[in-house]
């Protein structure tokens, strides 16, 4: 299983950009699909994550900009970030959690690789 995350760049302050992350491989199910980000020198922070059938969870500092959304038939997760700040400029990750067959018991944790988000002012 593999993460695959896309959408990263270089955008002035109230810009928009979407981030994508598709997951492949074989999966039995994925569960809690999210964004994390890491600025420089700061320790990675949850951005928004998202549970099947369920509202999306986020940061304070990036609610009412920023919306996740997934789709289940691609196995895809997406993160419209909107109204951009500076603050924003972060290396950010997918994350999922997966089992992979019916037979795993508990779920793993999964992350992509990351895509680079300057914001500039």
């Known amino acids: 299983v593999q993460l695959q ?9 109230g810009g928009s950009l979407r981030l994508s992350c598709v997951v492949s ?4 199910s994925i569960y809690t699909m999210a964004w994390y980000r890491q ?8 951005v928004a ?3 099947n059938g369920e509202d999306g ?10 919306t996740i ?11 419209q970030m909107n109204s951009l700040k500076p603050e924003d400029t972060a ?3 997918c994350n999922a959690l997966i089992r992979r ?5 508990r779920p793993t944790d999964y992350w992509g690789q990351g895509t680079q988000v300057t914001v500039s002012s």
């Open 5 to 13: 995350a896309s959408g990263g760049g270089l955008v002035q302050a």
């Open 39 to 46: 600025a420089p020198g700061k320790q990675r922070e949850l």
């Open 57 to 66: 969870n986020y940061a304070n500092s990036v609610k009412g900009r920023f």
């Open 69 to 79: 959304s997934r789709d289940n038939a691609k196995n895809a997760v997406y993160l």
């Open 101 to 105: 067959t019916s037979a795993q018991f």
């Open 25 to 28: 491989g074989s999966t039995f």
């Open 91 to 93: 290396v950010y990750y």
């Open 49 to 51: 994550l998202l549970n």
